[in-house]
């Protein structure tokens, strides 16, 4: 999985995936397992622009607050 997520705490994850010929950029909230575990989707852009507007309007986090992970 390709893809990025917070450095600060591993919560906020960002993965890109090839749907159809178009990159998509999926927001994910990663939940502590003390809690549960689990995700929710928060959502679900095309381009890195739109990307930068879902975590500004979603998270309190921008690009680069985040890491690459191979």
């Not at 939940?31 to 929710?40: H, L």
């Not at 990307?51 to 985040?66: C, G, I, N, S, Y």
């Amino acid at each position: 999985m390709r893809g990025w997520v917070c450095d600060c705490c591993g919560r906020w994850r960002v993965t890109i995936e090839l749907i159809q010929g178009r990159y998509r950029y999926r927001l994910v909230r990663l939940y502590r397992p003390e809690v549960g575990g689990g995700k929710d989707v928060l959502g679900e852009v095309g381009s890195v622009e739109a990307l930068e507007r879902l975590l500004r309007d979603r998270t309190p986090l921008t690009l680069a607050d985040l890491r690459e992970v191979v």
